[in-house]
């Protein structure tokens, strides 16, 4: 074959190959087995690596991209990628058309309003880019503003055309659901065990998972699909509308068949265009039907005002947009035996009651903790100790208790009772008053102390932040103490990947890296410990001086103030301070919780003795070679110790860039004065 028929014959390949993609997703009409599509394929990648000059990115054959990516970029959307509002209940859904109509009403002699209703895919929503018909780009929604570029996973999936068959505009940005079918996913569990390897609870696990996957390889294997179901109307992507060429449709149901004519996969025998609510309502109830035997996952069904034109008139409000709505079929339900009941308390102080149970399958996931709420709830529900209870999980959030089976009683329930001591900090509990009349109280109940640790929001964060649990920020800590999973930061030591992957906005992944975060940092030098439990006037350097000298916490916690005055650079205000933290009822109860819960205090290494032994530095400015956190642990390697605050005590201040008031105040004390250079001289 000379290069001309070679040329000739990898055209010929790469257009075939393409039309038997189209049959085979598009049209649902394979036209070959698929034998013949990989012999094609096969013959295709030959001849590219055999004539190179002709390769092209959006060959067929490059949908298993090549090398594994070192991390993912984040890419800025264009318009938000935005969350829906649920309906629960078909009265929730017309309360919803109620609303709906009621602004359109200002729209003078318009057509009555049609809704189109589709399947809610159980999968991962994403954006697709394509300028000149070509794929630029694909990511993830992420928080709606700012996703992942995973470009290169979603080449790999066969039902996303990497051209776009005509007429195109320039520029469009295609958004829909990639998602992984059931009997991949059966398929995958099954090799997942053989292999001793987690298993997946669902497909919107597996297929956000499988599109995380760093290497494009391994998310080629996973045989991932995807349906189209919008257009975004992208400032930033000229040309969707004014090209004369593409007329993207009045309606949304006409943007569905608009996809097919692009190459995209759609649901035709699932969608369903009426102007009559009854027929929506009815097509609800036949998905409900097929949901068990359906070939992907569905957890509902999107409803949407099916004119483009009244759903600008309706707009968006937060994440959520007014003119579409998911209807989310009832929650899974299961049956447990509650163990304990056990309170924890908010960053408000309220008492929130969470149900202890034996490791539940409910929904597609293990769950061993339900909110209770309140004890107005519990009596209403009537629940005691030892119940045999229904729990269920709503709109992916933690489970609830909905029922008790009285009838399962043995004798031997024990009644759940409000504590009357704060389970943190020991100090009484009251109902608060409400309203404008005294006689008008809380449902829930409230620790009265206002020193209480389960409220010091930023000392829990200062806390995570020492013990360099990482992964669990200022918005993780206000979510996991908001469903009542922790009430300070020894609970987090009791918290399972079940507890936070349950959770809305929390994927099996990220439940997995913070749980893995926690458990890696279960053990701490006492010095640390000592940091991280917020002790007035203590920082890192007074906790480490406190370590060395006791070398264990039993020995601080008997130290009389005298003692601990002792301790070179540590006055009597400072030892007064120390002496009541440990003296206190409470925070030595918090301490015995963390132990409980599995922290383990390192005994205190004395320091070696070194080059520095016996000096003491402060560093002011910027340092060039390192950070300042650096330069102190070179220093204390050497034997040397680090300060804050410069006085006649200290040996040395380091002057960075920009110095600040402390080495003026060096001056004024004739401290001696380094600059980076000379402190690297002297560490090296």
């Not at 107005?376 to 269920?392: A, F, P, S």
């Not at 509990?429 to 309203?435: D, L």
């Amino acid at each position: 074959m000379n290069r001309q028929e070679a040329k000739s014959r990898i055209e010929k390949l790469r257009k075939e190959i393409e039309g038997l993609r189209y049959r085979y997703h598009v049209l649902d009409d394979p036209k070959v087995t698929d034998e013949v599509y990989d012999s094609l394929s096969r013959e295709l990648r030959t001849l590219e690596g055999e004539y190179p000059e002709f390769k092209d990115k959006f060959s067929p054959t490059n949908r298993v991209a090549g090398k594994p990516l070192d991390k993912f970029v984040k890419v800025k959307h264009g318009v938000r990628m935005l969350s829906l509002n649920d309906a629960f209940s078909k009265g929730e859904l017309r309360d919803w058309t109620k609303r709906t109509e009621k602004i359109l009403s200002s729209v003078k002699s318009r057509e009555k309003t049609t809704y189109f209703a589709e399947i809610k895919f159980d999968g991962l929503a994403v954006s697709l880019i394509y300028e000149k018909g070509a794929f630029l780009r694909g990511s993830t929604r992420g928080d709606g503003l700012v996703g992942e570029d995973i470009t290169q996973n979603l080449k790999t999936i066969k039902s996303i055309p990497l051209k776009l068959r005509s007429p195109f505009p320039r520029f469009i940005e295609i958004r829909g659901e990639a998602i992984m079918p059931k009997r991949v996913l059966e398929e995958l569990n099954k090799k997942q065990a053989k292999e001793d390897k987690p298993l997946f609870a669902n497909t919107r696990n597996a297929a956000a998972g499988s599109l995380r996957q760093l290497d494009p390889n391994l998310a080629s294997k996973r045989k991932l699909d995807f349906f189209a179901y919008d257009i975004a109307d992208n400032p930033e992507l000229p040309g969707l509308v004014s090209d004369p060429k593409f007329n993207p449709s009045q309606k949304h149901s006409g943007l569905h068949r608009k996809f097919r004519d692009l190459g995209f996969k759609t649901l035709e025998n699932y969608e369903l265009s009426s102007d009559n609510l009854h027929e929506i309502e009815s097509f609800i109830d036949k998905i409900e039907k097929l949901r068990p035997n359906l070939p992907f996952g569905t957890d509902g069904v999107v409803v949407s005002v099916d004119q483009l034109s009244f759903q600008q008139i309706l707009g968006v409000v937060g994440k959520a947009p007014r003119y579409m709505v998911a209807f989310k079929y009832p929650a899974e339900k299961a049956t447990t035996i509650v163990k304990d009941v056990i309170f924890n308390v908010g960053r408000t102080g309220v008492l929130t009651p969470v149900a202890i149970f034996e490791p539940t399958l409910v929904a597609g996931s293990t769950v061993s903790k339900a909110t209770l709420h309140n004890m107005d709830q519990i009596n209403r529900l009537g629940l005691k100790i030892g119940d045999t209870v229904v729990i269920q999980k709503a709109g992916d959030v933690i489970p609830e208790v909905v029922e008790v089976l009285l009838k399962l009683r043995a004798g031997k329930e024990k009644i759940i009772k409000i504590p009357i001591r704060c389970p943190v900090c020991g100090s009484g509990v009251e109902k608060r008053s409400i309203g404008e009349k005294s006689n008008l109280e809380s449902t829930a109940y409230y620790c009265v102390n206002p020193k209480c640790p389960a409220k010091n929001r930023r000392g829990m964060q200062h806390f995570v932040n020492i013990f360099e649990i990482y992964t669990i920020g200022p918005k993780v800590l206000d979510r996991l103490k908001e469903e009542g999973l922790i009430s300070d930061a020894a609970d987090i030591f009791t918290l399972e990947k079940s507890d936070i992957d349950n959770l809305e906005r929390f994927g099996e992944k990220s439940a997995e890296n913070i749980i893995n975060s926690i458990n890696d940092h279960r053990k701490v030098s006492l010095s640390r410990f000592i940091y991280a439990l917020g002790i007035l006037h203590v920082g890192e350097e007074t906790s480490e001086d406190l370590a060395e000298h006791f070398g264990t916490l039993d020995k601080l916690i008997d130290a009389p103030p005298d003692e601990i005055n002792f301790i070179e650079n540590i006055g009597p205000v400072v030892a007064k301070s120390v002496h009541d933290f440990f003296h206190a009822k409470e925070n030595l109860n918090y301490i015995d919780r963390l132990k409980k819960n599995g922290v383990e205090i390192l005994r205190e290494a004395k320091k070696a003795a070194g080059k520095l032994t016996g000096k003491t530095f402060v560093i002011t400015g910027t340092l060039d070679s390192m950070s300042r956190e650096e330069a102190k642990s070179k220093i204390k390697q050497l034997g040397g110790k680090t300060s804050e605050s410069v006085s006649k005590k200290t040996d040395y201040v380091v002057a960075g860039s920009e110095p600040g008031s402390k080495f003026n105040k060096a001056q004024k004390l004739g401290v001696k004065t380094l600059t980076e250079k000379e402190l690297l001289e002297l560490i090296s």
